[in-house]
């Protein structure tokens, strides 16, 4: 289990710290790394399934249709996610990008209201009506709807959903999904290429060399917290996941200096309770069932 709480905060601290990365290769648009990053993960997922015996295993999926139907949306659901994510971090919006996954715990909530037909505790109430409030105030207060933060929480909830369902293990899923996005990435690069000065044909090594690190950037932590997510009691592993937002807070604040005034204080502060109350709420019926 030690192993297992290891890998899962390595996971976090791994996506926590990610913004550094982004911001190395913020000259390079959006979309092109995007497609780069498919591109270059599904080969090395392709090896890992040999190294760790799944090959056969996924190629037999690759016969049924039910196997695949699911992957077609959670892929596109995963790119729409990467895109926004990868934008924001380089147009400097850190701060807000936390704030969706700071939001994603309560709208895995709602959905599950909403798609599984599960109850809600009053506690669980309490925190989506607290959380509604913060988006409320940072809308009216600030200004500006947290589109980034509530697309983002939105996106990677569903996607969430979707792979807890889907027929496949993490790994074969994964692969599963780059493939499926191997055409629209290709398709993308070449207009990419034929309409609009394309970045990466003009890149310097180094940025080149930076640019192949995104398969690492994707894979490593995602198998780091497939392993452990399977060791450790999932009601720690929903405390642990915090640690993420918490660093892509800290560094969008602290590090790359984004405007955090009074009124985004008063929106996140809003939100940070609802998160308290859900966890201790969470952790306390945990404790009771045990």
């Known amino acids: 289990?030690?192993?297992?709480?290891?890998?899962?905060?390595?996971?976090?601290?791994?996506?926590?710290?990610?913004?550094?990365?982004?911001?190395?290769?913020?000259?390079?648009?959006?979309?092109?790394?995007?497609?780069?990053?498919?591109?270059?993960?599904?080969?090395?997922?392709?090896?890992?399934?040999?190294?760790?015996?799944?090959?056969?295993?996924?190629?037999?999926?690759l016969k049924q249709i039910t196997h695949i139907r699911p992957y077609i949306i959670s892929a596109f659901l995963l790119?729409?996610?990467?895109?926004?994510?990868?934008?924001?971090?380089?147009?400097?919006?850190?701060?807000?990008?936390?704030?969706?996954?700071?939001?994603?715990?309560l709208i895995n909530v709602l959905m599950g209201v909403v798609l599984l037909k599960e109850k809600m505790r009053p506690l669980h109430w309490v925190a989506i009506l607290l959380a509604f409030s913060g988006v409320l105030y940072l809308t009216i207060n600030y200004g500006n709807f947290p589109w980034i933060a509530l697309i983002l929480a939105t996106t990677f909830a569903y996607y969430g959903f979707i792979r807890k369902t889907a027929p496949l293990g993490a790994l074969n899923g994964l692969t599963m999904e780059m493939l499926v996005l191997l055409i629209p990435a290709l398709g993308l690069l070449a207009y990419l290429l034929s309409a609009t000065n394309f970045t990466i044909a003009s890149l310097s090594w180094d940025m080149y060399f930076l640019l192949s690190l995104t398969a690492v950037i994707t894979i490593i932590p995602l198998i780091v917290f497939a392993y452990g997510a399977r060791k450790i009691p999932y009601s720690t592993l929903g405390i642990i996941q915090y640690v993420a937002p918490t660093l892509q807070f800290l560094l969008g604040v602290f590090l790359y200096n984004e405007?955090?005034?009074?009124?985004?204080?008063?929106?996140?502060?809003?939100?940070?309770?609802?998160?308290?109350?859900?966890?201790?709420e969470n952790i306390y019926w945990a404790k009771r069932r045990k």
């Open 1 to 61: 289990m030690r192993k297992g709480y290891l890998a899962a905060f390595s996971a976090y601290l791994w996506w926590g710290l990610s913004p550094v990365y982004w911001k190395l290769i913020a000259s390079i648009p959006a979309l092109e790394i995007l497609s780069v990053r498919v591109l270059l993960s599904l080969p090395i997922l392709i090896l890992i399934l040999f190294f760790t015996k799944n090959a056969l295993d996924f190629r037999a999926s």
């Open 79 to 105: 790119a729409t996610n990467w895109f926004l994510f990868i934008w924001a971090m380089n147009n400097n919006h850190i701060v807000e990008a936390s704030l969706g996954y700071f939001i994603n715990p």
């Open 259 to 280: 405007d955090f005034n009074q009124e985004r204080l008063i929106g996140f502060s809003f939100i940070w309770i609802a998160l308290a109350l859900y966890t201790a």
